[in-house]
Each structure stands twice: as structure tokens, then as C-alpha cells.
């Protein structure tokens, strides 16, 4: 991984906070791309799992067997035959927004809202905005397969080109809402940028209609290219999706999701799409396979646990008024089954005691003799049991 700034002298494009012309950030060098396909190893399931919120994209490899997804720390899992690069080990200043894979596939870039840009595999930086003042946040990137360069765009459309032709940007114009996402078009000849409310701007590349005049259900979030017919989707955050000279392969626009869409991407035949959620899901349509997801699972809430009941118990006397030499009855009544019981009689300074259980039910009796007991002074009989103690008391005659 690679963050560097570049010191040189650049032309600045209308989406830095001073235009100095109409332009683009460039730099010249590196190769081009050799346009030969990275081999991956096989795999059917994702290499980790994502904060549910944090998700911020999905890039494909060049075969689609497998694709990575970026969370906004830079945290990125593998999935599929997707080569795990790992990701940023350290929080990045600004909150990651986007990935791109590499034309080759054998790497990828991501991209902060700052234009920070940072290189996994074989993507080679070639330059950033990350040290520079922008009037609005970067949003996204695109890759040129022609030159191996990119393209940031900001919220308000400014483009930033890095050793990629620049087209033009939307940074001088007062847009109805902001941008959201770019795509490249025909090979790296021209790109488009697309608005939350479903717009198109289109630089060097043809323009098949927007949604910027449809009442959207949601915003729209991405874009991707149709690489067979030149069009390309849109999506929006419920995962409805709007074809433009694209074929349609499906949507999850009528499904209820656990969170929004944040992104998609498409393969190279143009036969299908994925896109992803801001937890980790990935829906898959047409050919493009599913290969897991980076959904965390669900926490296990423990069952709420009933504290146990506080021991308590009653006594009662089968005479409250025994003469004596007769026997007293006490009847105990418990919570506590099963548990010894001891009971105490005090009368002056003299004191007795006699023990017993409970039963099942947590009920006892016990069997006592009223002897030598001063006729008129108060017997006071205390029960003990499992931790709970109850009293009452008799006056012999």
C-alpha cells in the first residue's frame, strides 16, 4: 500500500477551491496497462466481514470470479478469486469513499473523501488531491484502461486526472443535486458523472438519457458501464435500477433491505452487475455470480434471565393461646422446597429450637411442647428457612 503526494506544478481543474484555467491534474508516468488478465485463485466465500454501515464499494476482477469490498476505514475483504491485498492499517485522515480495480485486476485503488489515493497489488499512484484544498469532497473514481491512470470526481463534478485525458467536469456549473459517481466509458475515450437525482454528464462520451426528470422512490448512488453496448445503469439506494442502452438483468428495488445500496459494478461482457450494501451485502444479476458477502453477523442478544425469586416464608400456630403442657402445631410456608428449617422459640431470657424440611412445595410443620411458660408472657417463635426468616408469636394461659 501507497499514499504519496506528488510535488508538482499542475493546472488546476474548477473543482480546487482556486481555478486557475480549465484543466485537469496530470501526470505522465506511467505505462500503460499491458492488458493481460491476473490469474486468481478459486473461492466461493468472502475473506472477512464489514461494520453494517461502513461499506462504501465493490470492484470486480477482471475474470468476475471474485470481487473486494471497501469499507470507509480502508478496510477491504476479499471475496471469490479475488487476491486479498489487505487494506489500510491505520485510519485514514479522511473517510474512505470508492474502489477501483486495476485494469488487469491484479490490484486496486481507493480513494478518500479528500482525494487521498492509496495503491493495493499492482495499482501504481500516480498522484492525488490529498494535499490539496477542494472546494467539495471527493465521491469516486474510475480507472482509464487505456493509460492506467484515474479520474476523481468531486461532489460538485470536479474532475482530477492522473495521467487519464481530462473531458471536461461540472465544477463550473450549479448542479440541481450533487454528483454521486463516474464511469468510464469506450475504453477510456470519454466518462460520465452521474447526480443523486439520477442526471448524466457526459465528456467525450455518448449520452442514452438520465432519471434526472423521474421522481425517484430513492437517490441514485453509482453507476456502471455496459461495456458490450456502450450504455450504462444507474442505481439507486433501494437497489432500483435504470437501463440506458443496457440490458436490464434485475433489481432489488421492490425488496425490502437490511440497509441501502451504496455501489455496483459490472463485468466486461456486459451480461451482468452487482451491487453492494452499506453492510456488506451483494446482490447479483445476470451472469455475474454471487461469491459471499461481507455481512457481520448478527449479535446474539442474551435471552433476558430472570433473577431468582427472593426466599420468603410464613408461620402460622394451631393455638395462639395454649395452656400448658399441650403441644403447639407450627405450619411454615415457603418458596424454598427441600431446605432445612430450624425454629426458635424465645420466652424471657429463655430460648429453644426444634428443626425440620420442607417438602416439595416448600411446607413444613413442626411439633413443639408449651412447658414451664409463665401464663400472660408472649412466646416469640422465629422460623428459619433457606435464607428467609418469619415470625409470630403466642401467649400461653
Known amino acids: ?10 493546472v488546476v481543474g474548477a473543482g480546487l477551491l482556486t481555478t486557475m484555467g480549465v484543466g485537469s491534474l496530470a501526470l505522465t508516468s506511467a505505462a500503460a496497462p499491458s492488458g493481460h488478465e491476473v490469474s486468481h485463485a478459486a473461492s466461493t466465500s468472502c475473506g472477512g466481514t464489514l461494520p ?5 464499494g465493490i470492484a470486480a476482477t477482471k475474470d468476475d470470479g471474485g470481487y473486494w469490498i471497501a469499507d470507509n476505514a480502508g478496510v477491504v475483504v476479499a471475496c471469490g478469486d479475488a487476491t486479498d491485498f489487505g487494506g489500510l492499517t491505520t485510519t485514514p485522515a479522511q473517510p474512505i469513499v470508492g474502489i477501483a480495480a486495476t485494469p488487469d485486476g491484479g490490484g486496486f485503488y481507493l480513494v478518500a473523501s479528500d482525494g487521498g489515493v492509496f495503491t493495493f497489488g499492482d495499482a501504481v499512484f500516480q498522484g492525488s488531491t490529498g494535499a490539496i484544498r477542494l472546494n467539495k469532497p471527493v465521491v469516486g473514481m474510475a480507472v482509464d484502461p487505456s493509460t492506467g491512470g484515474y479520474w476523481l ?10 495521467n487519464a485525458p481530462f473531458y471536461g467536469s461540472t465544477g463550473s456549473m450549479t448542479l440541481n443535486r450533487p454528483v454521486v459517481g463516474m464511469a468510464e466509458s469506450n475504453g477510456g475515450s470519454g466518462y460520465w458523472l452521474v447526480a443523486s437525482d439520477g442526471g448524466i454528464f457526459s465528456f467525450k462520451a455518448p449520452f442514452y438519457g438520465s432519471a434526472g426528470s423521474l421522481r425517484l422512490n430513492k437517490p441514485v448512488v453509482g453507476m456502471a458501464p455496459d461495456l458490450a453496448t456502450g450504455g450504462y445503469w444507474l442505481v439507486a439506494s433501494d437497489g432500483g435500477i435504470f437501463s440506458f442502452n443496457a440490458s436490464f438483468a434485475g433489481s432489488t428495488g421492490s425488496l425490502a433491505l437490511n440497509r ?4 455496483m459494478e459490472s463485468n466486461a461482457a456486459g ?5 453492494v450494501a452499506s453492510d456488506g451485502g451483494v446482490f447479483d444479476f445476470g451472469t455475474s455470480a454471487f461469491f459471499g458477502s461481507a455481512v457481520a453477523p448478527i449479535p446474539v442478544t442474551p435471552a433476558p434471565t430472570t433473577p431468582a425469586a427472593e426466599a420468603s416464608c410464613s408461620v402460622t400456630l394451631s393455638n395462639g393461646s395454649p395452656a400448658d403442657g399441650t403441644e ?11 431446605s432445612s428449617v430450624t425454629l426458635t422459640k424465645a420466652f424471657k431470657t429463655t430460648t429453644s429450637s426444634d428443626s425440620g424440611s420442607t417438602d416439595a412445595s416448600g411446607d413444613a410443620t413442626i411439633d413443639f411442647n408449651i412447658s414451664s411458660a409463665s401464663a400472660g408472657f408472649t412466646v416469640v417463635v422465629t422460623v428459619s428457612v433457606g435464607g428467609a426468616t418469619c415470625r409470630t408469636s403466642f401467649t400461653p394461659v
Do not use: K, Q
Open 1 to 10: 500500500m501507497a499514499r504519496v503526494f506528488a510535488s508538482l506544478v499542475v
Open 52 to 56: 453494517a454501515g461502513t461499506v462504501v
Open 153 to 162: 470526481v468531486a461532489s460538485d463534478g470536479g474532475i482530477f486526472s492522473f
Open 260 to 263: 441501502p445500496i451504496v455501489g
Open 271 to 275: 451480461t451482468g452487475y452487482r451491487f
Open 328 to 338: 403447639e402445631t407450627a405450619s411454615i410456608t415457603s418458596n424454598t422446597p427441600n
